[in-house]
Nanobody
C-alpha cells in the first residue's frame, strides 16, 4: 500500500509564494510519475502539473505555466510544487497523486489515471 502526505499549504497574499510538499511511503516512489491537482469550492478537481519518475520531464496546465514548478527528490520520497505569483483564483485544496501504471508513455492529466492520492492541503490567496 502507498500513503501520500502533503504539507505546506496556508494563507498568502496575492503575488506571494508557497512551496507544497508531498512525501510518499509504502512503495518504490522513484519508479512512478507524480502529479498535482487542485479543487476549488464548488468546482471539479483539475490538473495542475505532472513529473516523470526520473524528474526529467514535466508538464503543466496552461494557467500554471511560468508560475508553478513541479520537482522531486527521489532520495527523500518527496515531490514539490513551488507556486509563485499567486493569484486569488489559485485558492483551492491541492492534492498530490501517484501514477501507478507500469508503462507510462506520457504524463497523465486525468484524475482516473492516478491511483493514489494525498489528503489535500489548503491554499488560500488573498488580496
Amino acid at each position: 500500500q502507498v500513503q501520500l502526505v502533503e504539507s505546506g499549504g496556508g494563507l498568502v497574499q496575492a503575488g506571494g509564494s508557497l512551496r507544497l510538499s508531498c512525501t510518499a511511503s509504502g512503495r518504490n516512489f522513484g519508479n512512478y510519475d507524480m502529479g498535482w491537482f487542485r479543487q476549488a469550492p464548488g468546482k471539479e478537481r483539475e490538473f495542475v502539473a505532472a513529473i516523470s519518475w526520473t524528474g526529467g520531464t514535466t508538464y503543466y496546465a496552461d494557467s500554471m505555466k511560468g508560475r508553478f514548478t513541479i520537482s522531486r527528490v527521489n532520495a527523500k520520497n518527496t515531490v514539490y510544487l513551488q507556486m509563485d505569483s499567486l493569484k486569488p483564483e489559485d485558492t483551492a485544496v491541492y492534492y498530490c497523486a501517484l501514477d501507478s501504471r507500469v508503462s507510462s508513455w506520457y504524463l497523465a492529466t486525468r484524475k482516473d489515471e492516478y491511483a493514489y492520492w494525498g489528503q489535500g492541503t489548503q491554499v488560500t490567496v488573498s488580496s
